[in-house]
Nanobody, 114 residues
Framework: QVQLVESGGGLVQPGGSLRLACEVS????????WGWYRQAPGKERELVAV???????HYADSAKGRFTISRDNAENTVYLQMNSLKPEDTAVYYC????????WGQGTQVTVSA
């Protein structure tokens, strides 16, 4: 059974940090590229960061210099370290495979507010 389980979200003040995790099961994790997406209220889901099977990474302009995507193939988990958070980072964050996307998980809510 394919599952994507995101965790690590929460309420944080501007300038704060969070580390999101996405635990993947039911697929061969190590050979796939993975991405973190987010969806803010009233907006479309957008791609924030990607990591390929050989740890190459790419970031949306909004995430460059602040977010870091990483993966642990032994744990079938992809991470998103988010620093210097801004109110506009407030969204539900999801992970998914880059090619042949899977059913979306429940996401994890990130709220950046004073």
């Amino acid at each position: 059974q394919v599952q994507l389980v995101e965790s690590g979200g929460g309420l944080v003040q501007p300038g704060g940090s969070l580390r999101l995790a996405c635990e993947v099961s039911g697929v061969t994790f190590s050979i796939s590229g993975w991405g973190w997406y987010r969806q803010a209220p009233g907006k479309e889901r957008e791609l924030v960061a990607v990591i390929n099977s050989i740890n190459g990474t790419h970031y949306a302009d909004s995430a460059k210099g602040r977010f870091t995507i990483s993966r642990d193939n032994a744990e079938n988990t992809v991470y998103l370290q988010m620093n210097s958070l801004k109110p506009e980072d407030t969204a539900v964050y999801y992970c998914n495979r880059l090619v042949i996307r899977l059913s979306w998980g429940q996401g994890t809510q990130v709220t950046v507010s004073a």
